[in-house]
């Protein structure tokens, strides 16, 4: 398969007579030939920059400076990020617009991982902590604020094939959060995740369902959202559907095209109209105008 170099979105509203209106750049994404991304700026319809952000890497394809930018020229913070002999990451600091600096540093013995935060005149600013059993599913982790007070905690269990079954949040001062719980089919898919609050009410639950190829094709939100995914004989994704099961209507509706080397070229999100009834029971909106997303693509010799 030939290496991406760069892609180019451009966006435009498509009109009920097909008519392209307001046409802008409106991505741009840059890899390197290991097909790391090393560039990605993404723009408002008016060619302001939204969000800009550039990436490096070393000869391990390890990630190593990560840069966010305000516009194209000016950053608002930088991140290093260092590694050990065994590409395990071990450092990052976070130099800020302003001059300052946090430094994580994270340490690792056999059932335990921990990242102290400090600040540039190492004063302490947090502390990260992650608890591993023996078959190295991490099953607590603890999150310290400036005051070494605990501002989040999660407490996590497994079953006999390493799945997750269960995450219980809190918050600080050990307040309860919530509980999720997790079931799976014989294939290890997901298949029912669960939300309780601390009397084991149940407050939401989201269903899984998949292909034969094991592609998810259906997610069922409690009584709220059914988001159905479409794929095609060649397992590329094609259509998203959201349908709103308050009043059965489809809330937001995606297409995607590919070429022939089955790279995406277009992206079209329907803006839904006056409704109508696609089928006994579910209704949908008119169509006809778009917003339509075209990919263009740069290679390497």
Same mark, same amino acid.
């Given at each position: 398969?030939?290496? &991406?170099?760069?892609?180019?979105?451009?966006?435009?509203?498509?009109?009920?007579?097909?008519?392209?209106?307001?046409?802008?750049?409106?991505? $741009?994404?840059?890899?390197?030939?290991?097909?790391?991304?090393?560039?990605?700026?993404? @723009?408002? %319809?008016?060619?302001?920059?939204?969000?800009?952000?550039?990436?490096?890497?070393?000869?391990?394809? #390890? #990630?190593?400076? *990560?840069?966010? @930018?305000?516009?194209?020229?000016?950053?608002?913070?930088?991140?290093?990020?260092?590694?050990?002999?065994?590409?395990? #990451?071990?450092? &990052?600091?976070?130099?800020?617009?302003?001059?300052?600096?946090?430094?994580?540093?994270?340490?690792?013995?056999?059932?335990?991982?921990?990242?102290?935060?400090?600040?540039?005149?190492?004063?302490?600013?947090? +502390?990260?902590?992650?608890?591993?059993?023996?078959?190295?599913?991490?099953?607590?982790?603890?999150?310290?604020?400036?005051?070494?007070? %605990?501002?989040?905690?999660?407490?996590?269990?497994?079953?006999?094939?390493?799945?997750? %079954?269960?995450?219980?949040?809190?918050? +600080?001062?050990?307040?309860?959060?919530?509980?999720?719980?997790?079931?799976?089919?014989?294939?290890?898919?997901?298949?029912?995740?669960?939300?309780?609050?601390?009397?084991?009410?149940? #407050?939401?639950?989201?269903?899984? *369902?998949?292909?034969?190829?094991?592609?998810?094709?259906?997610?069922?939100?409690?009584?709220?959202?059914?988001?159905?995914?479409?794929?095609?004989?060649?397992?590329?994704?094609?259509?998203?559907?959201? &349908?709103?099961?308050?009043?059965?209507?489809?809330?937001?509706?995606? *297409?995607?095209?590919?070429? +022939?080397?089955?790279?995406?070229?277009?992206?079209?999100?329907?803006?839904?109209?006056?409704? $109508?009834?696609?089928?006994?029971?579910?209704?949908?909106?008119?169509?006809?105008?778009?917003?339509?997303?075209?990919?263009?693509? *740069?290679?390497?010799?």
């Amino acid at each position: 398969m030939e290496k &991406i170099k760069s892609i180019t979105g451009n966006t435009a509203f498509i009109d009920e007579n097909g008519k392209p209106e307001n046409n802008y750049k409106s991505s $741009y994404q840059e890899f390197d030939s290991q097909q790391n991304i090393i560039k990605e700026m993404y @723009y408002t %319809i008016d060619g302001e920059i939204e969000t800009a952000n550039g990436y490096k890497f070393n000869e391990s394809n #390890l #990630l190593i400076e *990560e840069t966010h @930018y305000l516009d194209e020229t000016e950053i608002a913070d930088q991140l290093n990020y260092f590694y050990n002999d065994d590409g395990k #990451l071990n450092k &990052i600091e976070t130099n800020y617009s302003d001059g300052s600096k946090s430094i994580k540093t994270i340490n690792r013995t056999e059932l335990k991982i921990s990242a102290t935060i400090l600040d540039e005149e190492n004063n302490f600013e947090g +502390e990260e902590i992650q608890v591993f059993d023996q078959q190295g599913n991490v099953i607590e982790e603890t999150i310290y604020d400036e005051e070494k007070k %605990i501002s989040q905690k999660f407490l996590h269990s497994y079953n006999s094939e390493n799945q997750i %079954i269960s995450t219980t949040e809190h918050g +600080e001062g050990g307040e309860f959060i919530i509980k999720k719980t997790f079931e799976y089919n014989k294939k290890g898919q997901i298949t029912k995740e669960s939300h309780y609050n601390r009397h084991e009410k149940l #407050l939401k639950r989201i269903t899984f *369902e998949y292909d034969n190829e094991g592609e998810l094709i259906m997610q069922q939100i409690g009584n709220s959202y059914l988001i159905k995914t479409t794929f095609d004989d060649k397992k590329r994704r094609v259509k998203d559907e959201t &349908i709103d099961l308050s009043n059965n209507v489809i809330a937001d509706l995606k *297409e995607y095209k590919y070429d +022939e080397n089955n790279f995406m070229i277009e992206e079209i999100s329907y803006k839904m109209g006056q409704q $109508y009834e696609l089928e006994p029971g579910v209704f949908g909106r008119g169509r006809s105008n778009y917003i339509s997303t075209k990919f263009t693509y *740069e290679f390497y010799d």
